[in-house]
């Protein structure tokens, strides 16, 4: 690697654990607002942050833990972070496990579009998703053997299973 390379990956880790930080206030800003207790985690890995919201004793994150709701929260952080940087955010926005549990459903779907294609279908499409939600289905898909692409644009782009080869 060299000095360049390793100064632009520094700079990337230092951006994307400022876009923590930012974000991490902005969600503890809310958090107050709505008189809810909860610990923040921030993380950066694969080019984004990670800020994740984990209810402790007696707090109840659950009306924030809605897909909609994160989906959402999600969005307005971003704003928030691109407001003090000038730059873009990929940020995701995890609040009480709502992302695991958003992944295990995506499981079950990809599991089913599975099971038609081994009965005889030549393909199983899913329902729009965001390109996150469509990068771990893509995952989930390869995990599986199977082979799958998005089709479609802007918020009817979707995931189409298929046989490898």
Known sequence: MTDVQHDADERSTAQLEEEGDIAADYIE?????TDL????????RNGRAYISVNAGDGANLSLLSKPETVSALQEL????????????SRL??????SRDARRDELATLVSRAVERIEGGATEAALPPMSSYERKLVHDLVAEQGFHSESRGEGADRHTVITRVG
């Open 29 to 33: 800003e809310l958090l107050d607002i």
């Open 37 to 44: 207790d909860g610990d923040i985690d921030i993380d950066a």
């Open 77 to 88: 952080t971003r704003l928030a972070v691109q407001t003090k940087t000038g730059a873009f």
């Open 92 to 97: 995701i926005l995890d609040i009480g496990g």
